[in-house]
């Protein structure tokens, strides 16, 4: 390959001309459909980037990091239940064992209008929305970004519900929310340069006896992109009080939605269907679906409910 | 880049192919791993790194420097792994084209399960969420499951293993040769220019730009004088060059000056006023959908109507009987059903490699369901004697009734071969398959019921509006003529034709959809007037063996144990459902099997070709059994046009077709050996026997009894059943004479279906089916099972998942990939019991009819009577997608 250079420093990195290949497992698929045609920067032989460790209270995991290695690793899963739910939940066990988690965080959309070689758009450049006009059964019931198809990111919403950080370049971080921006610009799924390395994901301190669960709305049994996907964290009291939650959801909007309301509302009720059942309900709140998407309303309901559920009952599984 | 593939060294110089499957199958030759979806979801590209499963579609090739690679090759001879071995005996495998991605992925699970579990069974989940990354279309997934479960327990860790298809080997093993594996000397990439547009005129082609870039061999177009593009994905031109990229290059510079024309996508804006017409005076040249001829018919600008209206079935009285009816206050039922378009999908696309050689002459290579036809169709095409045609398709990659015609890769690869002189192939990628590879017609079907007060069938009225693109000649309507009985019916058929591409015959056309409409309506016709659905049935039909197949449902736990209709107020609820498939059968005379000895032994030739359908087995077992022998031991070699005339695999006429004359082969050349042998060793007493000759001095074997005569040759022609036909047909056009027959009698399917609904999420899952044929003599029970369990996932792909989706204002396809068309996968597959039903076809040559078509027939009608079952909401509209049941579920509250 010409077009193809191996960085082995950050420097080299930032500095080289094309787009950054991680496992490939994205930016693969775009180069033989012919939607990404420039250059290319391995970052895969940068040092550094490949380990989970303790770090400031709380973990560390570097961007060259696989799902897999995250799904199997014994702190993760005591500590961060539903970040390990979620990266062996998450397409397939070859893509998990390929796919690393700079790369899932930044993965570009999965529109299929963009991912078509006929369409070009906002994200491709362009200047309209093919989906919009045409077919958007898959698009966002948050309708806040003149591109209507929701963010790609399973673990992105995840980590956000973990109020995780991540680290650009080995110099500064900043938070989820900052990384993927207010969900406004149609033109790309997240805020860093094309310059801009994600090196280290952090995770704040565990929070004691969580319980979390991560499920997804699909129609086959697996390996299936999620209609609606939440992550639901919950702490609960010897009385089955809760005093503790976290829920967000996938799927819906041009960026991954935290619920701050749902998690107001639990706090306090009993840990039971009713109190999850209001819960559901209210994290449809403000949904302004597009033509062909308000199915996905009753989606978010039923998601949110479920993966509630989950989380109380400790169940270890995101599909199926 | 050094990397260790296979225990061999590699080294590779700097120019590296972008993924990996490129470097393993182009730069390796180790053409086992296939390529498929090419976005990592099919699987069919795994191999292990360093033990670890990966795609190598999306692993880029770099990354394989140092690394230690095994891809299938490296599991074969005294490697042939115990997962491999199961996959064999449980026939886990039909086309055989998934199969070295799944068994890769199988192995490394295995290794992984006996660290941790030892010789314990894994459940079926396990298996499930282990093989998640893979699909396969023809649907082995339950001797994939049972495979995958028996090797985790041991049972393959022996050396001992039979094979259900002979064939088996090459396919666990990657050695089977597809025609995506040819790699002739000096063979050119071809690649085809398709049509941006839905509907425009072409101006102008120019392809001198292409014709002067280093690298390109030949380029091709059509003439363009008045030609009109009426889908995107229309093939007009062709370039051959040394590789892909200078392919792809050649084509973009093509320059084509279009006259964009307006278009119309869906069946209401086509039928609409202002809509404009697709086909205009070239409607001669309108495609047909269907498996034989167009049917006549006549065009009211976008609709066509056959005219073929099933005579005899007085529709005048129909509509007589429903306005008498409705006039009286009497209910009758009406009602319309959608369905959307099902993608073939076959994993290994349309595509073709053809050489010229000096006399004239070319062989193709070619994914196809049709060698002998295909032949004499090419040598039409390109006005040559048929002799100057070879066709060979070793294996096939599924077809399911999309590779029966001279499809455009094939012209391609001949136009482009004959203008370079060098050997071309034309291999479509995923979305170019997935866009124009062929899809089951979707539309409108409108059906109107009338009964008695006892309920028999005094009129039925059917409409279907298929919609099948740009092509025409749908028969839908007309399915309503099989099965049921009694009453005046007109059931009248209409392609409504628009701009995208042409629909093709899909496993059972018309069928499924026509049952998805009529099995529905009496279920809900049951329902609506308390009647048991079987009961009702029987007041529709006394036919003999459709009545067996009542008394099987009848007597079927699952369905006596039925819940009663929306009685769950549970999130997930369970149904029951029941539906009936009836199909006509044919056979093709013209067959003609050839069995010849020799010092090795038997070995059976016909011009036919496996494309999963298992016909190497079929005759290998059929000869095998005559000469009681071990159907190993028989060489079976089919896919070469050199071979005597052999049957398409299409209209589930294979095993019809090949059976018959195979025994009366193998039992002439029996007799033969018997008279030649006992001769020439002048035999004392020589008796003949079923294990061979019995003579004062012992038992001569048939195997051994060959050895002692020269080579003998018998030809057996399968020729027309005695019976009287109903009526005549031929595919060929007139090119071979009447090659097929529609035999008389009708099989008969019967389903039952057990779903569990997910009422919070809308989602729908198959558990179990329980199916039960009736279609004569079953020959070879493995391969109809294994054929049957195909049918069912195929039919609950339809049901539940598969709909290809166009967008409306620039009429092109959009789900292109294995993501967005979502083909069922191993965990979608429900456990299935499959059993035959004893009758008599003594009119039928060797007593069987096909059933590959059949078994697939009723199934989604089955499962959306389940769903009904479970939760009162009739689907009329498939697939039963979360995204539309859960707004049905809302809406019943
Ligand atoms: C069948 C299938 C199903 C899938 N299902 C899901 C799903 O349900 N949920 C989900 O979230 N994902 C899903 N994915 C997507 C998958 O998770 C991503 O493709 C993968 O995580 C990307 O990681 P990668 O390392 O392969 O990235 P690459 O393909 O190498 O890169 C992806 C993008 O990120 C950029 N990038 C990568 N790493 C860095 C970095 N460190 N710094 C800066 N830029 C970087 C690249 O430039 C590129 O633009 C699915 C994929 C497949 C094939
Ligand atoms: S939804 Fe977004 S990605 Fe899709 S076509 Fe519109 S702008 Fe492009
Ligand atoms: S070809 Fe690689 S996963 Fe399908
Ligand atoms: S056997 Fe799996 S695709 Fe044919």
Redesign the interface.
Known sequence: MTNLIIATTLAEARNAEGEFLAGGTDLMDRRRHHVSTGGMVDICRIAGLGEIEAHAGGYRIGSQVTLDAVAQHPAIIDHYPGLAIAAGALATPQIRSMASMGGVLLQTTRCWYFRHEAFTCYKKGGDSCPSREGDHRFGVVFDTSPCVFPHPSTIGMVLMNYAAQVEINGERTMTMQELYGGGTDGTREHTLAPSDVLTQIILPAAVNAERAGYFRSISRARAEWALVEVSARLVVDDNDQITFARVAVGGVAPVPMLLPTVNDYLVGKPATDESFAVAAELATAGANPLPQTGYKVKLIYGTVFDTLQRAYNRIWSGEG | MKTRINNTEYTFGE?????AVDLIRNQCNLVGTKQVC????C?AC?VLVDG????S???????LEGKDVQTIEAFSGENLHPVQRALMAHDGLQCGYCTPGFAI?GIAFYERWRVEHGTERPSR?EV???L??HLCRCGAYAGIYDAMQAACAGEFDGEDYTPQRVDALEKVTGQAQYTTDIRLEGQLVGKVLRS?HPHARILSIDLSEADKMEGVEATAALPHRNLVVRY?GQPFAAVAAVDEATAQAALNAIKVAYEILPHVIGIDAALAEDAPDIWGKQRRDAVSAAEGATLPGYWDKNLRTSRVNMGGLLPGKAHKVVADMRKQGKSVYSQSYYNGFQVHTALEPHCAVALWDETDHVTVYVSTQAISALKYYIAEYFDIPDEQVTVIAQHIGGGFGAKLALFPEVIAAIGLSRRCNKPVSVVP?R?EEMSIGGMRPGGRFEITIAMDDDFKLEALIARAYSDSGVAISNVTAMMGAIGYSGGARDLQDHDVVNNHAPGQPFRGPGGPGALWSLEQSIDQIAHDHQLDPIALRRKWTDAENLRKLYDWVEASEAWINRPQTASSTERFRRGIGVAFGHWVHYYDTEVVIRLNTSENGLRVTTATQDIGNGVRTTLARKTAEVFGISPTSVQVDVGHTDYPHGPTAGGSRTTASVVAPTQRAATLMRERLFGLVAEALDLENAQFDEQGIRHSGGLLSWLDAMKQVPPQEVEIKRGPDPQLMQYVGSFLMGRMGLDLMFGQGRSHAAVIAEVEVDT????T?VMRVWHQMDAGRIHVPDMARSATYGGIIQGIGFA??EEK?L????G?P????L??Y?I??I??TPEMTVGFQDSEFEHVKGGGIGLSELCTLPVAAAVANAVFNATGIRCVESPI????L??AL?AKG
């Open positions: 120019h590296l192919p972008e993924t090419g976005s990592g979801v699987g795994t670890t499963p990966m795609v579609c999306l692993l880029p090739a770099h990354h992925e989940e499930a969420e282990a998640a990354g941006p995107v990628s979305p919070l999420l809308g989602k899952r539940l998942y989706i967008d409306v204002p620039h092109q959009l789900t292109t990939n993501q967005d979502r069922p996968s965990g979608d997608k979360p995204e539309r859960i707004d809302n």
